[in-house]
Structure formats: C-alpha cells, structure tokens
C-alpha cells in the first residue's frame, strides 16, 4: 500500500463520511487517483460503502492482519519496532529463533496467517490455521533464567485484559499458559529460551489464539474460539495491537522490578486458583488445592504431605 492509500484509511477513519472531492483536496490528488485507492483498499478487504452526495464511508476494516493498519495503530515503543507478517511458515517461534540467532533486536514480532507446524510444549502440535492470530515476540530481558516464566505471566495477562477490552467475552488463566473462556482453551503460550547460567541471551513468547479459525472435530470438546463464543467475526487487528500494548506495559513493569503489578492481574483472572486440581510433571503426579503463585511463576500447592512447589506440567481441575 502507498503512503496515499494510508491516508486515505486515516481520513476514512476520523469521519463517518467524507466526499471524494474532500479526499482528494486534502490528499493533492485527482477525484479518479481517489478511487482508483478506494478500489485498491477494498481488494485489501477494507468494505467501503460509496454513496452519491455523501461520498465513503468505511464499514469495516479487514478481518485479517495487515501490516500497514497494525503499522498505523501500533503505539508502542519497544514491542513492533519491527514486524515480520507471513503469510504461511511452519512456526512463528522457529522464524523468531533464527532471527534471535543472527542478533534480531529485541521488540521484534513475527506473525503467520497460518503455520504447518504449530508447536506447543513438549512439541505437541498447535493447530493453526487462516483466522487466527499466531505470533511470536522476541525479548532479550535482563532477568536470570530462573524468571523466565514472568515473562510468560505478562503475556497471559496481556491477552486476557486485551480479550476482556476487545470482545463482550470473561477470559480466565489457567496456569501455566492457558487462557480460557467458558473452561474452554481459547489461546496457548508457548516460552522457549537460549540462556547461560545466569542471563538469557533470548526469550520468545509464541502466542496462538482462536479468533476466527475453524478448529478441528477432534479439539471441540476442550478448545474455543471468539468467533464461536461471540458468534461474530472478529477482526484481527484490534485485538493484536490490544495484547502487544498491553504486553508493553507488563514487561515494562517486569524490567523495572514491579513483579506486583503482573502478580496482582495474574491473580484477578486465575480460574486456578482455590481449586483442587491434579498435576502431572515430567516425573510423577500430583493432587492438592492451588493456593498460590510464587515469585517466579510456581504454583504453589497444598498436598497431604505438605505445602508443594510445582515448576511446570500439565494440569486438570478436579
Ligand atoms: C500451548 O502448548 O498451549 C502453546 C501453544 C503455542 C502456539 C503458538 S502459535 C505461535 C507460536 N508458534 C508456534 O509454533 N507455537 C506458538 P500446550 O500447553 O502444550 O498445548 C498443546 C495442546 O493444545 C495440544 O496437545 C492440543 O491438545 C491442544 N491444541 C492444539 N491446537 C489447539 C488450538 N488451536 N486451540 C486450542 N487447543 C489446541
């Protein structure tokens, strides 16, 4: 898109309507350059309603992500600085960590329309197809190792205000990287890391969330989409730039030392919480009440044989 067509979007956004002759005063340019980026932003899928004396009006912006309108919207300063968009490629994290290999600067997001190899933990497959926001953030943060999993709680809050501010939906964390809505999985987070003893050279934070995407047969009775919890298309953008803003300001708070501020929103979305739930590690199972989150991201659980602090695993309400 040129820099004409932007403005046009811009112009098309502040007003209800705007004539085409207002359009090309304040862009320098003819009333049939005018439409000819009019015809070109609605091939983008940009629906454009165009009335005799009242000129265009912008119905709705496209349902999927374009960089040029992430570009426009994006207000951040350190998240965005630059962004990759794909339009297939088999991971989103796998692109991030060649990038991170060559010296990418942190800030940098890579995002696919679809991917062919989906990974979540313990290479488990991520089904992601067209609809859906699958994306990766690179950080370099000046953290030890052992707090990497804070930076994963930034991004699940993120993502739970940004749906609660973008969609009429109630988003809940399960930890440790779920976010669900109606005990649904509507998003996965996947954190990979390159690290030494004592720093970390990088950190990606790989988001998958269903918005529009079509989920398999097999992942119906456990995994949602807003589509299918709202019952209406959701464009992407909106709720792309809602969780990367507030990302920003999380892992702002994180680098600056307020852990509590991260803690707290973890906190309000818990649906783990108080519940009684069964934990399955690397090595053993275990049941007990969550009673709480410790500094760096453990889950704290109360068992019969006393107070436990489990890292990571997989694990199921009772
Ligand atoms: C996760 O793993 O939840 C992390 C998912 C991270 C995906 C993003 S997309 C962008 C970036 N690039 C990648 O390659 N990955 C990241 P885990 O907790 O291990 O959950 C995996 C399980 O979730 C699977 O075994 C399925 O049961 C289920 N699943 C697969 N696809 C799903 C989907 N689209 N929605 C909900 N659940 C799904």
């Given at each position: 898109m040129t820099e004409k067509t932007l403005e046009i979007i811009t112009l098309l956004k502040n007003q209800n309507w705007i004539s085409g002759e207002e359009i090309a005063k304040s862009l320098h340019i003819s009333r049939t350059m005018v439409w000819k980026h009019i015809q070109q932003l609605k091939k983008k899928g940009y629906h454009i309603t165009?009335?005799?004396?009242?000129?265009?009006?912008?119905?709705?912006?496209?349902?999927?992500?374009?960089?040029?309108?992430?570009?426009?919207?994006?207000?951040?300063?350190?998240?965005?600085?630059?962004?990759?968009?794909?339009?297939?490629?088999?991971s989103t994290n796998n692109y991030a960590k060649n990038?991170?290999?060559?010296?990418?600067?942190?800030?940098?997001?890579?995002?696919?329309?679809?991917?062919?190899?989906?990974?979540?933990?313990?290479?488990?497959?991520?089904?992601?197809?067209?609809?859906?926001?699958?994306?990766?953030?690179?950080?370099?943060?000046?953290?030890?190792?052992?707090?990497?999993?804070?930076?994963?709680?930034?991004?699940?809050?993120a993502i739970a205000e940004a749906i609660e501010k973008q969609t009429p939906c109630s988003p809940s964390i399960k930890w440790p990287n779920d976010i669900l809505i109606n005990k649904k999985k509507v998003c996965g987070i996947l954190t990979e890391l390159s690290a030494e003893l004592d720093s970390i050279n990088y950190l990606i934070i790989g988001i998958g969330l269903n918005v529009n995407n079509q989920l398999p047969k097999s992942l119906q009775s456990i995994a949602t989409s807003i589509q299918e919890e709202t019952d209406s298309t959701q464009p992407l953008v909106p709720l792309f730039i809602s969780i990367i803003t507030c990302l920003e300001r999380f892992y702002t708070a994180?680098?600056?030392n307020d852990f509590s501020t991260i803690r707290d929103t973890w906190v309000h979305y818990s649906s783990t919480l108080g519940e009684i739930v069964?934990?399955?590690?690397?090595?053993?199972?275990i049941t007990g009440k969550a009673i709480g989150l410790a500094e760096n991201g453990e889950l704290l659980l109360r068992t019969k044989h006393g107070e436990k602090k489990i890292i990571t695993g997989d694990i199921t309400y009772l």
């Open positions: 165009a009335t005799p004396n009242k000129g265009y009006h912008l119905d709705q912006s496209p349902i999927m992500i374009t960089t040029e309108e992430i570009k426009q919207e994006l207000k951040t300063s350190l998240l965005g600085s630059k962004i990759y968009h794909l339009s297939v490629v088999d990038l991170a290999k060559n010296n990418e600067k942190e800030g940098t997001i890579i995002i696919a329309d679809e991917q062919t190899g989906g990974r979540g933990r313990k290479q488990r497959a991520w089904i992601s197809q067209k609809g859906g926001l699958w994306f990766s953030v690179l950080f370099r943060p000046s953290i030890p190792p052992t707090k990497a999993m804070q930076v994963t709680m930034c991004a699940a809050c994180l680098v600056k069964n934990v399955k590690t690397e090595k053993d199972e």
